[in-house]
């Protein structure tokens, strides 16, 4: 894992609904090396642990990254007041990222709510052979829609409340695609019913898992999880070795 330090200032910003937005950074070296579903540790000042967020969109030629966020407390609500041409601290990339295999095969990418943004860059390497199917609470939560429409990607949305697209959850929308590998993020429930749903089609898929993170690069135990390998159960890292897994090595209970 080869990661950085870095003061990024912030290029862009945008409000995307009441409580998400999304700010690009200039990145440097930072930008070069990120891999889709890697994530960034972001310093926010009077903080003594930086906050986790996962990197959206990787632009290589200009050198910056795309980070989009909700405000969750303290930490994110002060990110969100960031203005451009701010400095951010940056610890990147961090994790392990989607391990993309062919991108020749057919994708559906899986995101629910504040879940979707880390599917973007990994989507786009895809095209047209991508599906996404994100759910969100309601019309006005939907994000990033044009972003992969823009990119080839076909759009399948639920939402919660039926205000737009299918009313219910999004394993309803897998039923009927075609493809050969499922990429996801978002809630512990959608998670586990998108896994239950693998198994049943034997289909390739990659979670990628949310932990409370400390340090960010596998030197303390702040985002310890339980992992099988072999038949063998033992306690992994979510910053280190994830939070991309395979599902069959995720042990769910207590989660
Ligand atoms: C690998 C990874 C990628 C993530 N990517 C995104 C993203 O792209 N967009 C986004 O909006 N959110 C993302 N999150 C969640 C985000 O890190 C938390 O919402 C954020 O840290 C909350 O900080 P706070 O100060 O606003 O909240 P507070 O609740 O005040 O935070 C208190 C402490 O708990 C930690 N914490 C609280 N909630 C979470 C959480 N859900 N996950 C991890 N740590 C948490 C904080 O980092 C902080 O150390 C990601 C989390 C992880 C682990
Ligand atoms: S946050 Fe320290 S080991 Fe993962």
């Known amino acids: 894992m080869k990661y950085d330090v870095m003061l990024c200032k912030v290029t862009d910003k945008k409000q995307l ?3 998400v937005f999304d700010i690009t950074v200039s990145a440097g ?3 070069l090396n990120a891999k889709p579903g890697q994530f960034a540790h972001i310093y926010i000042p009077g903080k003594t642990l930086r906050r986790p967020i996962s990197i959206c969109e990787i632009n290589r ?4 990254l795309r980070f989009v966020f909700q405000i969750r407390g303290e930490g994110t609500q002060m990110l969100a007041e960031t203005k451009r041409g701010d400095v ?3 610890l990147a990339p961090l994790g392990n990222g989607f391990d993309l295999g062919d ?7 899986v995101g629910g709510g504040i879940g979707v943004p880390p599917l973007l860059e990994a989507a786009k390497a895809f095209g047209n052979n991508a599906v996404a199917v994100t759910g969100f609470r309601n019309k006005s939560s939907i994000i990033l829609k044009e972003d992969f429409e823009s990119n080839g990607i076909k759009v399948i949305i639920a939402t919660d409340d039926g ?9 309803d929308c897998l039923e009927d695609l075609d493809f050969d590998v499922i990429f996801a993020c978002g809630p512990t429930p959608m998670l586990k019913s998108v896994c239950n749903y693998a198994e049943k089609r034997g289909a390739e898929c990659q979670i990628s898992l949310e932990e409370r993170m400390a340090c960010g690069i596998g030197a303390c135990l702040g985002c310890a999880c339980k992992l099988r390998k072999d038949g063998r159960e033992y306690y992994g890292h979510v910053c280190k070795d994830g939070p991309v897994f ?4 995720v042990v769910w209970e207590g989660r």
């Open 17 to 19: 609904t009441a409580d």
């Open 29 to 31: 070296d930072i930008a």
């Open 61 to 64: 030629k200009e050198q910056t």
């Open 88 to 90: 951010l601290n940056i």
């Open 103 to 109: 991108t020749n095969r057919k994708a559906v990418f």
């Open 163 to 171: 205000s737009y697209g299918h009313h219910g959850v999004v394993t």
């Open 246 to 249: 395979d599902y069959k090595s």
